[in-house]
């Protein structure tokens, strides 16, 4: 059996096919996995545990559910886009949320789980905002507003950091290389699983004499892609669009 790992599907109800390409890997291929890891931007926003009545968020809510009570335990970690996921989406999905970074033991191999933002160090103007975004005052400020004002907001904020990234040269927009170094120094050489740049590949990283895979998630801008684990190692897995 083989443990699965998909992230930045960036779900929202203006990008239909995306959602159906989710819901039927929820219906399929995820059914017959051991576990399944959603490693952030599960959601193109969210803005609190209060719009869970939304209904489309109550329908990705209920695929969820629906997996976790066939017996696949599912992990979620957060993004960049949905960090204020909380206990209440947790407890009506049936999700167990991660920390970011996890690190566990699967089949005998050392695997850290990143979103993998923290990666982007050379991004100095988004770390910034990341550590004041991420802080306890920052989020209970936010969750304070009123849902309707809290949605215009997130949906500013996103705007915004869409027409930044389009001014930022692509090498900033990647993981910078002596991060992931010291991220794999730290956690003993493990095999590092993230998403977040959208860059999706295989890389081996050469720390200390030490051979690291790092693997990238793809997003599911068109389509949707998995990597799918066992004993044996990775392979990323390109669903058929439909
Ligand atoms: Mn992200």
Redesign the pocket.
């Known amino acids: 059996m083989s443990t699965l790992f998909i ?2 599907l960036h779900l929202c109800s203006g990008r239909p096919r995306s959602n159906r390409s989710f819901f039927d890997f929820l219906e399929r291929e995820a059914r017959s996995a051991r576990a399944l890891y959603i490693l ?2 599960l959601f193109e926003y969210w803005a609190g545990d209060d719009d869970l009545g939304d209904p489309f968020n109550a329908t990705v809510v209920a695929a969820l559910a629906r997996l976790v009570a066939s017996g696949v335990p599912t992990y979620l970690m957060h ?3 949905d960090f204020v996921i909380g206990n209440a989406f947790a407890r009506a999905s049936g999700v167990t949320l991660l920390p970011d970074p996890t690190l566990f033991d699967l089949d005998g191999q050392a695997v850290l789980l990143m ?3 923290t990666l982007c160090t050379l991004d100095l103007e988004y770390q910034a905002f990341r550590r004041e975004a991420r802080s306890q005052t920052w989020i209970s400020a936010l969750l304070h507003q009123p849902l309707a004002e809290r949605k215009a907001a997130v949906e500013a904020l996103r705007r915004r950091s869409e027409q930044e990234k389009r001014g930022k040269p692509a090498e900033i927009m990647d993981v910078a290389p002596a991060e992931v170094e010291a991220v794999l120094r730290r956690h003993g050489y493990p095999r590092l699983i993230h ?4 860059r999706p590949a295989r890389h081996v990283h050469l720390v200390d004499g030490r051979a690291c895979e790092r693997w990238v998630l793809a997003d599911w801008y068109q389509g949707g892609s998995y990597l799918a684990c066992d004993a044996s190692g990775c392979r990323a897995v390109q669903l058929s669009a439909n």
């Open positions: 992230s930045d952030g931007d993004g960049n886009r979103h993998g933002d998403g977040h740049t959208h």
